[in-house]
Each structure stands twice: as C-alpha cells, then as structure tokens.
C-alpha cells in the first residue's frame, strides 16, 4: 500500500447515468480500510486538480451519497480537456503536494491516457501513488472490456425512443431519421434494433460508422423500405464517413465547428439529420421526413436507466479501491463476461487501454450494412436490465366495404 493515507477521485468525459455510481463506489469503499484518513473529489476533473478545487468527501453522509450515487451525470462535474505531458506534470505537482496516495480517474479513453502519464511521472520521481483508471462511456468503446459502465443505459434509452419513434411514424407514416451519437462506434446506434417487435417495426435501417456510408446506395434503401412498408425509420450514427473515413456531416456542412480535441463537432448539432433528411425529400420526393439528433438526452436522461448497470458501475469503482489497496497496483479496471450472463473485474495496464478504440465487432453487424445480427441482441439484451416497457397493436378486424373502391 502507498505510504500516503489520502485519495483523490475525479470524473472525466462525457457525463453518464450511473457515472455517479462509480464516485460513490470509490468513496464509501475507500473509506472502509483504516489506513486511508481522507477522501478528495475534484471539481472538473483534471482541471479541478491542477486548480487544487478539491472537495473533502470524507464528510458527505452515506445516506446523502446514496442519493448522488442514483442522480445521473457528473455529480464532481467534468472536463473536455484532454492532459498532454505538461499538463499531467501540473497534476503530479498537485498531488504531490496534497500527500495524495491514491488516485481514481474515472472516464473513457482520454481519462485513462491521463491516468498513464501521471502514473508515469510518479515512477520517474519515485513518489508511491497509485493511479487507479475507472471505465466510464456511453460509446463502449474502451478496448478490453466486455461492456462499459454508461452504454447499457443509454443503449436503453436509444431503443425506448426508437420504440417511440416507430410508434409515432406507424401512426402517421413518412420517414423519420434519428442520429445518435457515436463518432468511432456504433454500439449506441445499434441499440435502436432493440426496438423491433414486430416483422415490420422500424428501425428499418441502421447506419453504423464501422461501415462505409454512400448517399446513393442511402437514398436506395430508404427508398426500397418505403416502397414496401409506406413508411421508414431509420437510426445513424453521427459517425457515418464516406471510403476516405470522412465523416458525411464534414462534407455535407459549410461551417465546421471543432471541439478542444480538433474533432468535427458531431454532438449538440442538429446539421447531419437536416442534410439527410432534405437528400430524402429532394431526391425521393417523399413529403413527410423528419429528423433528430438525439444529443446529449441519451447521456443522462433521468429515469431512465438500466439496474444492471447502476449495480456494475458501483462495483468498478469499488473494485478499483480494491485493487489499488490490496493489489498495490497501477492500472484500468474492466468488465468481463461469462456463463449465461455474470461478470467478474479485472484490472489490465494502463498502456493496454489509453488511446485505444474498439468498435462493433463484424459478427454484430448485419452482411447488409444496414441492419444488427441476432448476436448482437443477445450481446445488449442482458445490459439493459429488467422492466423494458412493451408496445402492443389493435389486432385487425376489416369491415367490409359497401361503396367499392
């Protein structure tokens, strides 16, 4: 165990669901072991730290951390910067400074990289701290892991409004197009398919950005779909590229907006379901075409959230005090599955994680392109936890017709 008696917790990223689940993991369970004196939380993740905006957690009440741990989103809150090499020196020096012995990072694939490069500079100085990764995204992409703590529920609520969504479109037919979010990984997107209860339930398509996107061969499908059902839903992944790897919303849009990483805004921005929606009605000539852009509603939409991972991000966080106090060990916790469906923890390097991405995995995508593989469902089906709500239909009871026609 490091000499030092104190820990020091932040949240990263993109806030979650149950990303709160995680904190109040790390807390309650490091302040079971006698020899930590003292549990930090950081306003704003690293840039709290280099700001030394620190929170004393060893004072919150279990019942009121209980109530954080169920609130969704970032409860410390969070921060987009992405630490090179000068900024985690700025992160060392204030944990040095502090006497922390112990530091959880919890977020995606930025936040492990940082956590690298911190636990780095701990080794190169000689100062024992333990530098504990915490999974966290909503786009499942953190190599390594089975799942990742925030997908499950936000793949729920994908596939509740997509159930809607058919629902309304059923009602008054025309096309619907949604966007979701996922620059690099379409697990999110794909969670629309969940929604399908009937043969001719929509989505009917589903782009992923594993796959390489054509506007015409677009337009084609949509048109076939429509040609058959006299309606058409249809769920993109905000990451949809052309051959080059492109992304379709950098071509289809005049001005561009950039994030603090240099990435193409894709989130926050209703352009990519406009543009496909007037290539529909342009191209086809179909009146009714409505677009959303899912944004950040399926991040931490209160109310709807899986059990299954609410009771899975507490336990990384909690696994991950574990494995830093009696493991004695730098690294980033993650998910496994086996059996039927059970999971167990373990703890892989740091370097195994940061700044790496996984994406769907072939035998998850349909030979269409455009559709989810039955392995894919029974991947999500377990992940999105019990009490899905279930639509049902008027059976059909013609009247026969007295006029003709």
């Given at each position: 165990?490091?000499?030092?008696?104190?820990?020091l917790?932040?949240q990263g990223?993109?806030p979650?669901?149950?990303?709160?689940?995680?904190l109040v993991?790390?807390?309650?369970?490091?302040r079971r072991?006698?020899?930590?004196?003292?549990v930090?939380?950081a306003?704003?993740?690293?840039?709290?730290i280099v700001?030394?905006d620190l929170?004393?957690?060893?004072?919150?009440?279990?019942?009121?951390?209980?109530?954080?741990?169920a609130?969704?989103?970032?409860?410390l809150?969070?921060?987009?910067?992405?630490?090179d090499?000068?900024?985690?020196?700025?992160?060392?020096?204030?944990?040095?400074?502090h006497?922390?012995?112990?530091?959880f990072?919890?977020g995606g694939n930025?936040?492990?990289?940082?956590?690298?490069?911190?636990?780095?500079?701990?080794?190169a100085?000689?100062y024992?701290?333990?530098?504990?990764?915490?999974?966290?995204?909503i786009d499942?992409?953190l190599?390594?892991n089975?799942?990742?703590p925030?997908?499950?529920?936000?793949?729920r609520?994908?596939?509740?409004a997509?159930?809607?969504?058919n629902?309304d479109?059923?009602?008054l037919?025309g096309?619907y197009?949604?966007?979701?979010?996922g620059r690099?990984?379409?697990?999110?997107?794909?969670?629309?398919?969940?929604?399908?209860k009937?043969?001719d339930?929509?989505?009917?398509?589903?782009?992923?950005p594993?796959?390489v996107?054509e506007?015409?061969?677009?337009?084609a499908?949509v048109k076939a779909?429509?040609?058959?059902y006299?309606?058409?839903?249809?769920a993109?992944?905000e990451?949809?590229h052309?051959?080059?790897?492109?992304s379709?919303?950098e071509?289809?849009?005049?001005?561009?907006?950039r994030?603090?990483?240099?990435?193409v805004?894709?989130?926050?921005?209703?352009?990519?379901a406009?543009?496909?929606?007037?290539e529909?009605?342009?191209?086809?000539?179909?009146?009714?075409?409505?677009g959303d852009?899912?944004g950040y509603?399926?991040r931490s939409?209160l109310?709807c959230?899986?059990?299954?991972?609410?009771?899975?991000a507490?336990?990384v966080?909690?696994?991950?005090?574990?494995?830093?106090?009696?493991?004695?060990?730098?690294?980033?916790?993650?998910?496994?599955?086996?059996?039927?469906?059970a999971v167990s923890?373990?703890?892989m390097?740091?370097?195994d994680?940061?700044?790496?991405?996984?994406?769907?995995?072939?035998a998850?995508?349909a030979?269409?392109?455009t559709d989810?593989?039955?392995?894919?469902r029974?991947?999500?089906?377990?992940?999105?936890g019990?009490?899905l709500?279930?639509?049902?239909?008027?059976?059909?009871?013609?009247?026969a017709k007295?006029?003709g026609?």
């Amino acid at each position: 165990m490091s000499d030092s008696s104190k820990v020091l917790v932040a949240q990263g990223g993109g806030p979650t669901a149950v990303i709160n689940q995680s904190l109040v993991g790390v807390v309650l369970e490091a302040r079971r072991f006698a020899g930590i004196s003292r549990v930090y939380g950081a306003r704003h993740g690293v840039r709290g730290i280099v700001n030394e905006d620190l929170d004393d957690l060893t004072q919150e009440t279990v019942a009121n951390l209980e109530l954080v741990a169920a609130t969704p989103a970032a409860a410390l809150g969070s921060t987009r910067d992405k630490p090179d090499l000068k900024y985690c020196q700025e992160i060392f020096k204030v944990l040095k400074a502090h006497e922390i012995g112990h530091f959880f990072y919890i977020g995606g694939n930025d936040s492990s990289d940082t956590v690298r490069i911190v636990s780095e500079q701990a080794q190169a100085a000689g100062y024992p701290l333990r530098c504990m990764h915490i999974p966290k995204t909503i786009d499942n992409d953190l190599v390594g892991n089975d799942h990742t703590p925030g997908y499950p529920s936000a793949a729920r609520f994908v596939a509740q409004a997509f159930a809607g969504a058919n629902l309304d479109n059923a009602a008054l037919p025309g096309v619907y197009v949604g966007v979701v979010m996922g620059r690099h990984a379409g697990f999110l997107t794909a969670a629309a398919a969940m929604a399908k209860k009937y043969p001719d339930d929509g989505p009917h398509l589903v782009y992923l950005p594993e796959r390489v996107f054509e506007l015409p061969k677009f337009l084609a499908d949509v048109k076939a779909v429509h040609d058959r059902y006299g309606r058409c839903v249809i769920a993109v992944s905000e990451g949809i590229h052309d051959a080059s790897g492109k992304s379709i919303a950098e071509q289809l849009v005049k001005n561009v907006e950039r994030d603090a990483h240099g990435n193409v805004q894709l989130s926050g921005t209703g352009a990519l379901a406009d543009l496909l929606c007037d290539e529909i009605k342009n191209q086809l000539k179909i009146k009714r075409v409505r677009g959303d852009t899912f944004g950040y509603l399926q991040r931490s939409f209160l109310g709807c959230v899986s059990d299954v991972d609410q009771r899975e991000a507490r336990e990384v966080g909690e696994k991950a005090v574990q494995f830093a106090l009696w493991g004695d060990r730098d690294g980033s916790v993650a998910i496994k599955r086996s059996g039927q469906y059970a999971v167990s923890y373990e703890l892989m390097a740091l370097s195994d994680v940061a700044g790496k991405t996984r994406t769907m995995e072939d035998a998850f995508i349909a030979d269409s392109g455009t559709d989810v593989t039955d392995a894919f469902r029974l991947y999500l089906c377990p992940l999105l936890g019990g009490g899905l709500p279930d639509a049902h239909r008027l059976r059909r009871h013609p009247v026969a017709k007295r006029l003709g026609g």
